[in-house]
């Protein structure tokens, strides 16, 4: 079965990777002097921290880089020569660091190259973090669960984002069109959802004074190996295949050819989705699955082409190539969904990514390498904080009593990836899912989770509870049974069943019996079989749960929420979920 991820609902659309047009209006430019498209009006530069600044020049030539504040005094300046790397470049990049500083604002950041000027008001000194990923983090504030409603309240000017241009080749007009925005209605409804929420949070918990930046760099549909360089994936074997897929899928095909064949899809892809937004028009409250009842799945996935934004590397080239090293506090990661038919090699994956994104935003890592990302030992391991997938299911696929179970092994490889990877977070979203629906709507959970794992594990907020719980060990028991400590489970309680039931659910103590609690026990042939579980008395941070199937007379494995969607009742007195483990 191939996971038909798409785009997000609503979500806005990919340009089209074209140059700038002749003549058009460049606000990155002021002659021979251009600044990269991040760096705008409104923009959030990261406090405490030397900031980069970054774009080309003339080879060779001197670029003076001031932040000023409202009387035109200037706070902090620097300077930097644009470098070429070979001889016969008359356009180099160049690279300034401006000094560390506390969070103020607003500001104005000059640069200068001769007589050549690029001014940027209102910039603020404050908390910037990259949130990337797929459709779910791409999912936009007006089509999430009660966005209507945050759209229409949004009123932080100091809460700001950039959404990173999506597209499969570098287009400056596209980034000469984008720029930083205040979380203010309307222009907040095309914000991620999550982000939104995000950085709401860090607003009303690090002080009325600090503005908080996201920069938005994800496109829905994408595999994991989108987001990486073409050097990195050859070298090595998870990543080795997609690149000799995307190759073989290209082979012998003109650019003509493919064209024709994306502009086929193009259309019955837009008809698809002006069919759905009539359907939402006549049946408000009508659900993704319904729709998809009527007038059948989303078309996907789309050709492979050269051009596309899907292919491997493409948004990495045209997307996180153009905003690095913008400097961040760090990185919110949701993706995987796209890389279901290639869990086993996700683990692999992720912590490649993580490596090279790390070494990529490292400021002496800045010239990238020519064959591949080698781990940095002096790199500044920026925190990541990634969204575990949440349940989910194939309607169809369920309803023929079947499960490939291959979320499970990426929810796993994104455990381990937290459990072994310096200054990686992991968010357990196993209670936000929908069947049938691979977007779900409820996006604040998400986004203030995500949120308070930061300022727990970034910010060092031991006061806010971020933790799941987690299983710390298993233990034989008497009777044939298996003793799960759990930790992070203060309070540990049942709520609900499956996502679906777990809103209106009250906590229960005591029992759950098979098929509910969520476990399963396997004896010595590896068959697993549901199994009862109840929580054994006790307080504190470690709790067990004692696990048993009377068929399963002397078990030596078990596991918990091991399916793509099933019972997963277990929350801690935080009311957050316990994370899915498998021996």
């Known amino acids: 079965m191939v996971t038909v991820t798409g785009i997000a609902p609503g979500a806005s659309g990919v340009t089209d990777g074209g140059a700038r047009a002749s003549g058009a209006a460049d606000r990155t430019r002021n002659g021979s002097l251009r600044v990269a498209a991040v760096f705008s009006d409104h923009m959030v530069l990261q406090r405490e921290t030397p900031a980069a600044v970054f774009g080309t020049a003339p080879a060779g030539g001197r670029v003076v880089v001031d932040l000023m504040d409202d009387q035109g005094v200037t706070v902090a300046q620097t300077m930097a020569v644009a470098q070429a790397y070979g001889e016969h470049e008359t356009e180099a990049p160049w690279l300034a660091i401006l000094p560390a500083l506390p969070a103020n604002g607003p500001y104005t950041l000059r640069v200068s190259h001769e007589t050549n000027r690029l001014e940027f008001a209102d910039v603020m000194i404050g908390e910037v973090w990259l949130a990337g990923g797929q459709s779910n983090m791409e999912l936009e504030l007006h089509t999430s669960e009660h966005g209507a409603e945050e759209i229409a309240a949004a009123n932080d000017p100091l809460l700001r984002f950039y959404n990173t241009p999506k597209a499969g080749r570098v287009d400056e007009s596209a980034e000469a069109a ?250 357990c979203t196993m209670d936000c899912g929908e069947f049938d629906n691979i977007h779900p709507l409820d996006k604040t959970t998400v986004g203030t989770r995500i949120a308070d794992m930061a300022l727990r594990g970034v910010y060092g907020r031991a006061d806010i509870e971020a933790e799941s719980p987690r299983v710390a060990g298993v233990a034989p028991a008497v009777g044939g049974a298996l003793d799960v400590t759990f930790t992070n489970a203060r309070g540990l309680h049942w709520r609900g069943t499956t996502p679906d039931t777990m809103r209106a659910a009250a906590g229960e103590s005591g029992a759950r019996g098979a098929g509910e609690s969520g476990f399963e026990v396997a004896g010595a042939d590896g068959v697993y079989t549901d199994a009862g579980a109840r929580i054994l008395p006790g307080g504190g941070e470690r709790v067990t749960v004692r696990v048993e199937a009377p068929q399963v007379d002397s078990p030596t494995a078990v596991r918990y929420a091991w399916k793509s969607w099933g019972p997963a009742p277990l929350f801690n007195g935080a009311e957050l979920p316990a994370l899915p483990y498998a021996e």
């Open 178 to 427: 984008s720029g930083w925005e205040p979380a203010l209605a309307p222009q907040v409804a095309g914000m991620s959802a999550i982000a939104y929420h995000f950085g709401a949070r860090l607003r009303a918990q690090l002080g009325a004074d600090v503005a908080v930046g996201i920069i938005d760099c994800y496109i829905g549909g994408t595999s994991i190996t989108s987001w990486m360089s073409r050097a990195t994936l050859i070298g090595s074997d998870a990543g080795r295949p997609y690149v000799e897929r995307y190759e073989a899928a290209i082979a012998g095909k003109t650019e003509e050819q493919m064209r024709a064949e994306a502009d086929e899809w193009q259309t019955v892809f837009d008809q698809w989705n002006n069919n759905v937004a009539a359907m939402k028009e006549a049946h408000p409250g009508i659900t993704q699955p319904q729709i998809d009842a009527e007038i059948g799945p989303c078309p996907w996935p789309p050709p492979v082409t050269t051009f596309s934004e899907r292919r491997v590397s493409a948004p990495y080239e045209a997307m996180v190539r153009r905003v690095a090293p913008y400097t961040l506090r760090g990185f919110l990661w949701y993706q995987g969904e796209e890389d279901e038919a290639q869990c086993e090699s996700y683990r692999e994956l992720l912590g490649l990514l993580i490596e090279e994104w790390r070494t990529l935003w490292n400021l002496a890592g800045y010239a990238e390498p020519a064959v591949g990302y080698q781990a940095d030992a002096g790199a500044n391991a920026l925190p990541f904080i990634v969204v575990q997938l949440p349940q989910w299911i194939d309607g169809q696929v369920a309803a023929r009593g079947e499960d490939p179970r291959h979320w499970p092994i990426i929810r796993a490889a994104q455990l381990d990836a937290s459990e072994t990877l310096d200054d990686v977070l992991l968010v």
